[in-house]
């Protein structure tokens, strides 16, 4: 994708009354800071991060929360590739 589009990221699981988050994995102090409001919105089991820019770069994860408790997590890796200008 390009910098300025949307990314959408669908955390569907075979368990439809799993609870569905998402949510940013952050690994240094400096960007420790939530997304501005309305930069991540759901659509059911659908996220989409809005105007991606070079600092949406990073870790992120969809997890999945079981009634029973269990929780079932996928890693989402974007990268920023600058001699593109896209995301990855």
């Given at each position: 994708m390009h910098l300025g589009e949307d990314a959408v990221f669908n955390c569907k699981t075979n368990d439809a009354s799993a609870a569905v988050t998402f949510q940013r994995i952050y690994t240094d102090y400096q960007s420790n800071h939530p997304p501005k409001p309305g930069k991540i919105t759901q659509s059911g089991t659908a996220f989409t991060i809005h105007d991606i820019t070079v600092r949406d770069g990073g870790k992120?994860?969809?997890?999945?929360?079981?009634?029973?408790?269990?929780?079932?997590?996928?890693?989402?890796?974007?990268?920023?590739?600058?001699?593109k200008h896209f995301i990855s």
């Amino acid at each position: 994708m390009h910098l300025g589009e949307d990314a959408v990221f669908n955390c569907k699981t075979n368990d439809a009354s799993a609870a569905v988050t998402f949510q940013r994995i952050y690994t240094d102090y400096q960007s420790n800071h939530p997304p501005k409001p309305g930069k991540i919105t759901q659509s059911g089991t659908a996220f989409t991060i809005h105007d991606i820019t070079v600092r949406d770069g990073g870790k992120y994860q969809c997890i999945a929360e079981r009634k029973d408790g269990k929780k079932i997590t996928r890693d989402i890796l974007m990268t920023f590739d600058p001699s593109k200008h896209f995301i990855s």
